[in-house]
């Protein structure tokens, strides 16, 4: 398994936000050290960039969310293009992911599945995943809420 608690660049500057060259360095770092790529789950918290899994507002410069046809928020690709690129390259069976809560979704990259159970916080709701695994492949997946 290849975790990593960051993500890339958000307009809040928290904490845990690394630059891409920083996050493909650490994740670079981490899958050096896995013998079957092809078996790993990378659990990344950065979803990667473009998948569908990394959607969320557009926000004006005082951090406002822009509204787009019929008054709902216009919605761009947030995501991280050094996990993207990761997962490209290592094809790993799984790649695990939230941060983006709006993007509840999964996508194939290659041969790999990437999931964002996505969550809203702001109604009291966390989501997951609760996966199966059987020898080297996912047997099922089910999104799970609470």
Request: charged content about 20%; some cysteine.
């Amino acid at each position: 398994m290849v975790s990593l608690g960051l993500a890339n660049m958000t307009p809040w500057q928290c904490p845990r936000d690394v630059s891409e060259d920083e996050m493909a360095k650490r994740l670079a770092n981490l899958a050096s050290q896995v013998q079957r790529p092809e078996l790993a789950i990378y659990n990344v918290h950065a979803p990667p960039y473009g998948t569908g899994l990394d959607l969320a507002p557009k926000l004006d410069a005082t951090l406002t969310p822009r509204l787009g046809p019929g008054g709902r928020p216009e919605m761009i690709p947030v995501g991280s293009r050094a996990v993207l690129e990761a997962l490209q390259a290592a094809q790993p069976l799984l790649g695990l992911h939230g941060h983006i809560h709006e993007s509840k979704a999964f996508v194939r990259i290659g041969r790999t599945l990437a999931m964002n159970p996505g969550s809203e916080y702001q109604e009291g709701i966390l989501r997951g995943l609760l996966l199966e695994l059987e020898g080297d492949r996912l047997r099922d997946h089910l999104f799970v809420h609470g």
